[in-house]
Protein backbone atom coordinates (compact mmCIF):
# COMPACT_ATOMS: atom_id res chain seq x y z
CA UNK A 1 0.00 0.00 0.00
CA UNK A 2 1.46 3.51 -1.26
CA UNK A 3 2.19 6.09 1.32
CA UNK A 4 2.79 8.72 -0.57
CA UNK A 5 0.24 11.89 -0.10
CA UNK A 6 -2.58 11.91 -2.45
CA UNK A 7 -2.40 15.59 -4.54
CA UNK A 8 -6.26 17.71 -3.62
CA UNK A 9 -6.34 18.85 -7.19
CA UNK A 10 -4.13 18.18 -10.37
CA UNK A 11 -3.92 20.18 -13.05
CA UNK A 12 -6.95 20.25 -14.92
CA UNK A 13 -9.24 19.07 -12.52
CA UNK A 14 -11.71 21.72 -10.57
CA UNK A 15 -11.14 23.42 -7.46
CA UNK A 16 -13.07 21.56 -4.98
CA UNK A 17 -11.86 22.99 -1.95
CA UNK A 18 -13.49 23.65 0.95
CA UNK A 19 -15.39 26.75 1.77
CA UNK A 20 -12.98 29.61 3.18
CA UNK A 21 -13.84 31.64 6.11
CA UNK A 22 -16.43 34.27 4.54
CA UNK A 23 -18.46 31.43 3.02
CA UNK A 24 -18.37 29.16 5.95
CA UNK A 25 -19.66 32.43 8.33
CA UNK A 26 -22.04 33.44 5.71
CA UNK A 27 -23.70 29.51 5.52
CA UNK A 28 -23.62 30.09 9.41
CA UNK A 29 -25.75 32.59 9.22
CA UNK A 30 -28.26 31.26 6.33
CA UNK A 31 -28.62 27.82 8.31
CA UNK A 32 -29.68 30.04 11.83
CA UNK A 33 -31.58 32.21 9.87
CA UNK A 34 -33.97 29.36 8.47
CA UNK A 35 -33.88 27.14 12.08
CA UNK A 36 -35.32 30.59 13.23
CA UNK A 37 -37.84 31.32 10.58
CA UNK A 38 -39.24 28.25 10.42
CA UNK A 39 -39.55 27.24 13.85
CA UNK A 40 -42.58 28.72 14.06
CA UNK A 41 -44.26 26.57 11.90
CA UNK A 42 -42.27 23.37 13.37
CA UNK A 43 -43.93 24.46 16.65
CA UNK A 44 -47.48 24.52 15.34
CA UNK A 45 -47.24 21.46 13.04
CA UNK A 46 -44.95 19.32 15.75
CA UNK A 47 -47.73 19.90 18.24
CA UNK A 48 -50.35 18.90 15.39
CA UNK A 49 -48.01 15.66 14.43
CA UNK A 50 -47.18 14.72 17.83
CA UNK A 51 -50.71 14.37 18.64
CA UNK A 52 -51.52 12.18 15.22
CA UNK A 53 -48.68 9.73 16.47
CA UNK A 54 -50.43 8.91 19.39
CA UNK A 55 -52.54 7.28 17.36
CA UNK A 56 -50.44 6.84 14.08
CA UNK A 57 -47.29 5.16 13.08
CA UNK A 58 -44.61 7.36 11.78
CA UNK A 59 -43.87 8.09 8.60
CA UNK A 60 -40.97 5.38 6.92
CA UNK A 61 -39.46 9.17 5.53
CA UNK A 62 -38.92 10.84 8.60
CA UNK A 63 -35.96 10.09 10.51
CA UNK A 64 -35.63 7.36 12.91
CA UNK A 65 -35.37 8.67 16.56
CA UNK A 66 -32.62 6.43 16.74
CA UNK A 67 -30.33 7.47 13.74
CA UNK A 68 -31.25 11.13 14.51
CA UNK A 69 -29.54 10.89 18.00
CA UNK A 70 -26.43 8.63 16.30
CA UNK A 71 -25.85 11.28 13.81
CA UNK A 72 -26.12 14.37 16.59
CA UNK A 73 -23.82 12.92 19.09
CA UNK A 74 -21.38 12.05 15.97
CA UNK A 75 -21.12 15.81 15.11
CA UNK A 76 -21.15 16.57 18.37
CA UNK A 77 -18.32 14.14 19.60
CA UNK A 78 -17.23 12.04 17.35
CA UNK A 79 -13.02 12.08 16.34
CA UNK A 80 -10.68 10.17 14.64
CA UNK A 81 -6.38 10.52 14.76
CA UNK A 82 -6.57 11.36 10.67
CA UNK A 83 -9.76 12.97 10.90
CA UNK A 84 -10.04 15.89 12.59
CA UNK A 85 -13.62 17.90 12.15
CA UNK A 86 -12.86 21.10 12.93
CA UNK A 87 -15.92 23.03 15.19
CA UNK A 88 -17.13 25.12 12.04
CA UNK A 89 -18.11 22.16 10.64
CA UNK A 90 -19.56 20.80 13.82
CA UNK A 91 -22.28 24.04 13.90
CA UNK A 92 -22.97 23.56 10.03
CA UNK A 93 -23.41 19.55 10.51
CA UNK A 94 -26.02 20.20 13.75
CA UNK A 95 -27.67 23.03 11.91
CA UNK A 96 -28.17 21.28 8.74
CA UNK A 97 -29.61 18.89 10.74
CA UNK A 98 -31.66 21.06 13.03
CA UNK A 99 -33.02 22.70 10.28
CA UNK A 100 -33.69 19.57 8.24
CA UNK A 101 -35.94 17.77 11.43
CA UNK A 102 -37.45 21.43 11.79
CA UNK A 103 -39.21 20.70 7.89
CA UNK A 104 -40.22 16.97 9.43
CA UNK A 105 -43.61 17.85 11.14
CA UNK A 106 -44.75 19.33 7.99
CA UNK A 107 -43.17 16.42 5.88
CA UNK A 108 -44.97 13.86 8.15
CA UNK A 109 -48.40 15.20 7.86
CA UNK A 110 -48.43 15.90 3.89
CA UNK A 111 -47.66 11.79 4.21
CA UNK A 112 -50.75 11.50 6.87
CA UNK A 113 -53.03 13.01 4.04
CA UNK A 114 -53.10 10.04 2.36
CA UNK A 115 -53.60 7.98 4.83
CA UNK A 116 -56.91 10.24 5.33
CA UNK A 117 -57.46 10.41 1.61
CA UNK A 118 -56.06 7.40 -0.08
CA UNK A 119 -56.45 4.72 2.62
CA UNK A 120 -56.61 2.04 -0.22
CA UNK A 121 -52.81 2.16 -0.54
CA UNK A 122 -52.20 0.79 2.54
CA UNK A 123 -53.52 -3.00 1.68
CA UNK A 124 -52.35 -2.28 -1.77
CA UNK A 125 -50.37 -6.11 -2.71
CA UNK A 126 -46.74 -5.93 -3.77
CA UNK A 127 -46.76 -8.71 -6.05
CA UNK A 128 -43.28 -10.13 -7.33
CA UNK A 129 -41.43 -7.04 -7.41
CA UNK A 130 -37.80 -7.07 -9.32
CA UNK A 131 -35.31 -5.04 -6.85
CA UNK A 132 -32.40 -4.46 -8.92
CA UNK A 133 -29.46 -4.59 -6.63
CA UNK A 134 -25.93 -3.73 -8.19
CA UNK A 135 -23.06 -2.26 -7.52
CA UNK A 136 -22.20 1.07 -7.93
CA UNK A 137 -21.43 2.45 -11.18
CA UNK A 138 -22.72 -1.09 -12.89
CA UNK A 139 -25.10 0.84 -15.30
CA UNK A 140 -28.17 -0.24 -13.50
CA UNK A 141 -29.84 3.56 -13.56
CA UNK A 142 -30.02 3.33 -17.21
CA UNK A 143 -31.32 -0.07 -17.35
CA UNK A 144 -33.97 1.02 -14.91
CA UNK A 145 -34.75 3.84 -16.83
CA UNK A 146 -35.15 1.28 -19.80
CA UNK A 147 -37.72 -0.69 -17.89
CA UNK A 148 -39.74 2.24 -16.17
CA UNK A 149 -40.53 2.83 -19.88
CA UNK A 150 -42.79 0.02 -20.18
CA UNK A 151 -46.28 1.02 -18.85
CA UNK A 152 -46.73 -2.00 -17.18
CA UNK A 153 -43.84 -1.31 -14.84
CA UNK A 154 -44.07 1.39 -11.95
CA UNK A 155 -40.53 2.41 -10.31
CA UNK A 156 -39.00 5.18 -8.41
CA UNK A 157 -39.30 8.93 -10.48
CA UNK A 158 -36.93 11.03 -8.78
CA UNK A 159 -38.90 13.86 -8.36
CA UNK A 160 -41.92 11.22 -6.75
CA UNK A 161 -39.52 10.03 -4.49
CA UNK A 162 -38.37 13.07 -2.77
CA UNK A 163 -42.20 14.00 -2.52
CA UNK A 164 -43.98 10.76 -1.90
CA UNK A 165 -47.34 11.80 -1.07
CA UNK A 166 -50.56 10.75 -3.74
CA UNK A 167 -52.06 13.86 -3.62
CA UNK A 168 -49.15 15.82 -4.70
CA UNK A 169 -48.92 13.59 -7.83
CA UNK A 170 -52.13 14.04 -8.36
CA UNK A 171 -52.15 17.88 -8.51
CA UNK A 172 -48.38 18.49 -9.51
CA UNK A 173 -49.70 17.30 -13.73
CA UNK A 174 -51.98 20.35 -13.46
CA UNK A 175 -49.49 22.87 -12.04
CA UNK A 176 -46.32 21.52 -14.03
CA UNK A 177 -47.87 21.04 -16.94
CA UNK A 178 -49.06 25.00 -17.11
CA UNK A 179 -45.93 26.79 -15.20
CA UNK A 180 -43.42 24.43 -14.85
CA UNK A 181 -43.18 22.39 -18.33
CA UNK A 182 -40.73 19.20 -17.71
CA UNK A 183 -38.03 21.42 -20.12
CA UNK A 184 -37.89 23.77 -17.65
CA UNK A 185 -38.14 21.38 -14.61
CA UNK A 186 -34.97 19.69 -15.98
CA UNK A 187 -33.22 22.43 -15.84
CA UNK A 188 -34.23 23.94 -12.30
CA UNK A 189 -33.01 20.46 -11.05
CA UNK A 190 -29.87 19.55 -12.93
CA UNK A 191 -28.68 23.29 -11.54
CA UNK A 192 -29.29 22.32 -8.00
CA UNK A 193 -26.44 20.19 -8.63
CA UNK A 194 -22.48 20.79 -9.95
CA UNK A 195 -21.25 19.94 -13.32
CA UNK A 196 -18.95 17.78 -12.46
CA UNK A 197 -21.90 15.46 -11.53
CA UNK A 198 -23.85 15.53 -14.26
CA UNK A 199 -21.08 14.43 -16.37
CA UNK A 200 -21.84 10.89 -15.17
CA UNK A 201 -25.39 11.09 -13.87
CA UNK A 202 -28.41 12.09 -15.69
CA UNK A 203 -30.55 13.55 -12.88
CA UNK A 204 -34.01 13.64 -14.88
CA UNK A 205 -36.89 14.61 -12.10
CA UNK A 206 -39.44 11.89 -14.05
CA UNK A 207 -36.39 9.19 -14.38
CA UNK A 208 -35.54 6.64 -11.35
CA UNK A 209 -32.10 7.61 -9.50
CA UNK A 210 -30.70 5.28 -6.82
CA UNK A 211 -32.87 4.57 -4.30
CA UNK A 212 -31.15 4.56 -0.96
CA UNK A 213 -28.92 7.75 -2.06
CA UNK A 214 -32.20 9.90 -2.24
CA UNK A 215 -33.42 8.30 0.73
CA UNK A 216 -30.64 8.85 3.11
CA UNK A 217 -30.87 12.37 2.87
CA UNK A 218 -34.29 12.26 4.96
CA UNK A 219 -32.06 9.82 7.48
CA UNK A 220 -29.44 12.51 8.20
CA UNK A 221 -27.24 9.77 6.77
CA UNK A 222 -25.65 12.53 3.67
CA UNK A 223 -24.09 14.22 6.75
CA UNK A 224 -21.40 11.66 6.75
CA UNK A 225 -19.71 12.66 3.48
CA UNK A 226 -18.28 15.35 5.91
CA UNK A 227 -17.66 13.56 9.08
CA UNK A 228 -14.17 11.71 8.33
CA UNK A 229 -13.33 8.50 6.05
CA UNK A 230 -15.12 5.89 8.87
CA UNK A 231 -18.40 8.05 9.29
CA UNK A 232 -18.49 8.44 5.63
CA UNK A 233 -17.82 4.43 4.58
CA UNK A 234 -20.06 3.54 7.51
CA UNK A 235 -23.25 5.82 6.07
CA UNK A 236 -22.53 4.66 2.83
CA UNK A 237 -21.39 1.13 3.07
CA UNK A 238 -24.25 -0.70 1.23
CA UNK A 239 -22.65 -4.43 1.47
CA UNK A 240 -22.85 -6.12 4.94
CA UNK A 241 -24.30 -4.58 7.51
CA UNK A 242 -22.43 -3.24 10.57
CA UNK A 243 -24.07 -3.04 14.16
CA UNK A 244 -24.10 1.66 13.40
CA UNK A 245 -26.16 1.32 9.96
CA UNK A 246 -28.26 -2.18 10.32
CA UNK A 247 -31.06 -0.14 11.56
CA UNK A 248 -31.48 1.85 7.99
CA UNK A 249 -30.25 -0.75 6.08
CA UNK A 250 -31.99 -3.40 7.37
CA UNK A 251 -35.57 -1.73 8.74
CA UNK A 252 -35.57 1.83 7.58
CA UNK A 253 -35.00 1.49 3.83
CA UNK A 254 -37.27 -1.62 3.89
CA UNK A 255 -40.34 0.40 4.96
CA UNK A 256 -40.18 2.91 2.86
CA UNK A 257 -39.79 0.65 0.18
CA UNK A 258 -42.66 -1.03 0.92
CA UNK A 259 -44.74 2.06 1.45
CA UNK A 260 -43.37 4.03 -1.52
CA UNK A 261 -44.14 1.18 -3.41
CA UNK A 262 -47.81 0.47 -2.41
CA UNK A 263 -48.35 4.24 -3.12
CA UNK A 264 -46.68 3.98 -6.75
CA UNK A 265 -48.74 0.39 -7.77
CA UNK A 266 -51.80 2.12 -5.87
CA UNK A 267 -51.84 5.40 -8.01
CA UNK A 268 -50.02 3.44 -10.97
CA UNK A 269 -53.76 1.92 -12.24
CA UNK A 270 -53.56 -1.36 -13.69
CA UNK A 271 -51.96 -3.89 -16.55
CA UNK A 272 -54.53 -4.34 -19.86
CA UNK A 273 -55.56 -7.45 -17.79
CA UNK A 274 -56.88 -5.87 -14.79
CA UNK A 275 -53.62 -7.26 -12.43
CA UNK A 276 -51.77 -4.59 -10.42
CA UNK A 277 -48.17 -3.01 -12.24
CA UNK A 278 -45.17 -4.42 -11.14
CA UNK A 279 -42.55 -2.60 -9.01
CA UNK A 280 -39.14 -2.16 -9.95
CA UNK A 281 -36.96 -0.96 -7.38
CA UNK A 282 -32.78 0.40 -8.12
CA UNK A 283 -30.11 0.93 -5.73
CA UNK A 284 -27.16 -0.63 -4.26
CA UNK A 285 -28.67 -1.87 -0.93
CA UNK A 286 -27.32 -5.14 -0.66
CA UNK A 287 -27.21 -4.54 2.98
CA UNK A 288 -31.04 -4.81 2.83
CA UNK A 289 -31.58 -7.66 0.09
CA UNK A 290 -32.15 -10.48 3.51
CA UNK A 291 -35.05 -8.30 4.84
CA UNK A 292 -36.44 -7.31 1.47
CA UNK A 293 -36.81 -11.69 0.66
CA UNK A 294 -38.23 -12.15 3.52
CA UNK A 295 -40.62 -9.02 3.23
CA UNK A 296 -41.66 -9.98 -0.04
CA UNK A 297 -40.75 -13.96 -0.73
CA UNK A 298 -41.72 -13.55 -4.35
CA UNK A 299 -39.29 -10.98 -5.27
CA UNK A 300 -36.67 -11.16 -8.18
CA UNK A 301 -33.08 -9.80 -7.64
CA UNK A 302 -30.59 -8.87 -10.43
CA UNK A 303 -27.18 -7.46 -10.24
CA UNK A 304 -25.12 -6.30 -12.84
CA UNK A 305 -21.24 -7.56 -12.72
CA UNK A 306 -18.75 -5.03 -13.73
CA UNK A 307 -15.22 -5.85 -13.57
CA UNK A 308 -14.49 -4.23 -10.44
CA UNK A 309 -11.06 -1.90 -11.73
CA UNK A 310 -12.78 0.05 -13.24
CA UNK A 311 -16.53 -0.05 -11.54
CA UNK A 312 -14.40 0.99 -7.90
CA UNK A 313 -12.51 3.65 -9.67
CA UNK A 314 -15.51 5.12 -11.08
CA UNK A 315 -17.30 5.37 -7.89
CA UNK A 316 -14.47 6.86 -6.42
CA UNK A 317 -14.28 9.90 -9.32
CA UNK A 318 -17.92 10.39 -8.98
CA UNK A 319 -18.25 10.63 -5.00
CA UNK A 320 -15.42 13.30 -5.64
CA UNK A 321 -17.92 15.46 -7.92
CA UNK A 322 -21.03 14.68 -5.44
CA UNK A 323 -22.84 17.98 -4.72
CA UNK A 324 -21.30 19.11 -1.05
CA UNK A 325 -23.00 18.98 2.17
CA UNK A 326 -22.36 22.00 4.62
CA UNK A 327 -19.73 23.57 1.82
CA UNK A 328 -17.67 20.79 2.72
CA UNK A 329 -15.81 21.19 -0.44
CA UNK A 330 -15.11 17.53 -2.93
CA UNK A 331 -14.96 14.84 -0.29
CA UNK A 332 -11.28 14.30 0.14
CA UNK A 333 -9.44 11.78 -1.69
CA UNK A 334 -7.98 9.97 0.95
CA UNK A 335 -11.60 9.35 2.37
CA UNK A 336 -12.34 8.41 -1.34
CA UNK A 337 -9.44 5.89 -1.32
CA UNK A 338 -10.36 4.35 1.95
CA UNK A 339 -13.73 3.93 0.94
CA UNK A 340 -12.48 2.06 -2.43
CA UNK A 341 -10.73 -0.17 -0.08
CA UNK A 342 -13.11 -1.09 2.36
CA UNK A 343 -16.99 -0.35 1.53
CA UNK A 344 -16.56 -1.39 -2.28
CA UNK A 345 -14.05 -4.48 -1.81
CA UNK A 346 -16.16 -6.01 0.86
CA UNK A 347 -19.71 -5.03 -1.14
CA UNK A 348 -18.00 -7.20 -4.14
CA UNK A 349 -17.09 -10.08 -1.79
CA UNK A 350 -20.72 -10.09 -0.30
CA UNK A 351 -22.35 -9.75 -3.47
CA UNK A 352 -20.59 -12.93 -5.08
CA UNK A 353 -21.48 -14.70 -1.55
CA UNK A 354 -25.33 -13.56 -1.78
CA UNK A 355 -26.32 -14.04 -5.40
CA UNK A 356 -24.27 -17.34 -5.66
CA UNK A 357 -26.14 -18.54 -2.74
CA UNK A 358 -29.75 -18.21 -4.74
CA UNK A 359 -30.42 -18.97 -8.06
CA UNK A 360 -34.49 -19.43 -8.60
CA UNK A 361 -34.63 -15.78 -7.65
CA UNK A 362 -32.05 -14.27 -9.08
CA UNK A 363 -30.62 -13.02 -12.17
CA UNK A 364 -27.11 -12.44 -13.03
CA UNK A 365 -26.35 -10.26 -16.08
CA UNK A 366 -22.66 -9.04 -17.22
CA UNK A 367 -21.93 -6.00 -17.61
CA UNK A 368 -20.14 -5.79 -20.92
CA UNK A 369 -23.11 -8.35 -22.37
CA UNK A 370 -25.29 -5.44 -21.36
CA UNK A 371 -23.49 -2.71 -23.41
CA UNK A 372 -22.80 -5.18 -26.38
CA UNK A 373 -25.94 -6.62 -26.59
CA UNK A 374 -28.86 -4.27 -25.29
CA UNK A 375 -32.01 -6.18 -27.20
CA UNK A 376 -30.48 -9.63 -25.63
CA UNK A 377 -30.00 -8.78 -21.96
CA UNK A 378 -32.98 -7.35 -22.22
CA UNK A 379 -35.29 -10.17 -23.24
CA UNK A 380 -33.27 -11.88 -20.62
CA UNK A 381 -34.50 -9.83 -17.92
CA UNK A 382 -38.15 -9.81 -18.97
CA UNK A 383 -38.65 -13.44 -19.33
CA UNK A 384 -36.57 -14.38 -16.12
CA UNK A 385 -37.26 -11.01 -13.88
CA UNK A 386 -40.72 -9.71 -14.94
CA UNK A 387 -42.40 -12.71 -16.28
CA UNK A 388 -45.61 -10.75 -15.61
CA UNK A 389 -44.67 -8.17 -17.76
CA UNK A 390 -45.60 -8.05 -21.88
CA UNK A 391 -42.26 -6.31 -23.45
CA UNK A 392 -43.47 -5.94 -26.61
CA UNK A 393 -42.50 -3.06 -28.39
CA UNK A 394 -40.23 -2.02 -24.76
CA UNK A 395 -36.92 -3.41 -25.69
CA UNK A 396 -34.80 -0.91 -27.93
CA UNK A 397 -31.56 -2.51 -29.75
CA UNK A 398 -30.03 0.55 -28.90
CA UNK A 399 -28.62 2.23 -26.16
CA UNK A 400 -29.65 6.24 -25.19
CA UNK A 401 -26.59 8.27 -25.98
CA UNK A 402 -24.59 9.48 -22.77
CA UNK A 403 -21.15 10.85 -22.05
CA UNK A 404 -18.82 8.27 -21.54
CA UNK A 405 -15.16 10.04 -21.90
CA UNK A 406 -13.82 13.45 -20.62
CA UNK A 407 -14.77 14.11 -17.49
CA UNK A 408 -13.36 16.88 -15.09
CA UNK A 409 -12.53 14.33 -12.69
CA UNK A 410 -11.08 10.72 -13.72
CA UNK A 411 -8.38 10.28 -11.46
CA UNK A 412 -6.46 6.80 -12.82
CA UNK A 413 -5.11 4.36 -10.08
CA UNK A 414 -1.77 5.67 -10.18
CA UNK A 415 -2.83 9.11 -9.72
CA UNK A 416 -4.28 8.41 -6.57
CA UNK A 417 -1.15 5.98 -5.09
CA UNK A 418 -2.92 2.64 -5.58
CA UNK A 419 -1.34 0.32 -6.68
CA UNK A 420 -3.64 -1.70 -8.60
CA UNK A 421 -2.91 -4.89 -8.52
CA UNK A 422 -2.21 -4.87 -5.45
CA UNK A 423 -5.77 -3.34 -4.79
CA UNK A 424 -7.58 -6.02 -6.76
CA UNK A 425 -5.92 -9.06 -5.23
CA UNK A 426 -8.68 -9.97 -2.44
CA UNK A 427 -11.18 -10.14 -5.49
CA UNK A 428 -9.17 -12.56 -7.47
CA UNK A 429 -12.37 -15.39 -7.36
CA UNK A 430 -14.50 -12.22 -7.57
CA UNK A 431 -13.15 -11.25 -10.87
CA UNK A 432 -12.94 -14.64 -12.05
CA UNK A 433 -17.15 -15.03 -11.24
CA UNK A 434 -17.68 -11.23 -13.54
CA UNK A 435 -15.67 -12.93 -16.26
CA UNK A 436 -17.69 -16.35 -16.29
CA UNK A 437 -20.15 -16.30 -19.75
CA UNK A 438 -23.58 -15.47 -19.34
CA UNK A 439 -25.44 -18.69 -18.05
CA UNK A 440 -28.90 -17.83 -19.74
CA UNK A 441 -30.27 -18.66 -22.84
CA UNK A 442 -33.56 -17.06 -24.37
CA UNK A 443 -36.67 -19.18 -24.86
CA UNK A 444 -37.68 -19.91 -27.65
CA UNK A 445 -40.28 -18.12 -29.85
CA UNK A 446 -43.53 -20.14 -30.63
CA UNK A 447 -43.11 -21.78 -34.33
CA UNK A 448 -39.07 -22.07 -33.95
Known amino acids: MS ?55 RPPTIPNPKTVFYYIKRSLFWQTAHNE ?44 PLFIITGSRSGSTQLSQYLEENPQVVSHPLLLQIFPYIWLWKLAPKLLGRFFPEEKLVEVMKKTVPAGFLERKEF ?20 SMAMGAEMFAEGY ?18 DVIEQFGKKMIYAGG ?7 KTLVIKGHFLGSADSLERRFPDAHFLTILRHP ?35 EVNYSLYEKEWYQARSENTTIIRFRDYVDDLETTLRIIYERCLPDVDWEGYIPSEHAPRKRSGYSVNR ?36 D
Not at 99 to 124: E, H, K, N, Q
Not at 204 to 223: D, Y
Not at 324 to 338: A, D
Open 3 to 57: TNPIFEKIEGEPDLAPAGTGKVILTLIQQTVVLLLISPFTLLFGILYFLIRIVAR
Open 85 to 128: IVFSMRLRLLLSMFSFLAFCPMFALAWYIDDVFFPGYRTTPIVR
Open 204 to 223: HPLKPETFEIIFSGSQLVNH
Open 237 to 254: GWGRTTPNNAEFWEKDLV
Open 270 to 276: SKPDGSA
Open 309 to 343: SNRIRSIMNFFRVAPEVCVNGGIPWPWLVHYGRTV
Open 412 to 447: TYEQLNIDEEEFLAPLAEYIEWVNEPCPYTLKAEDG
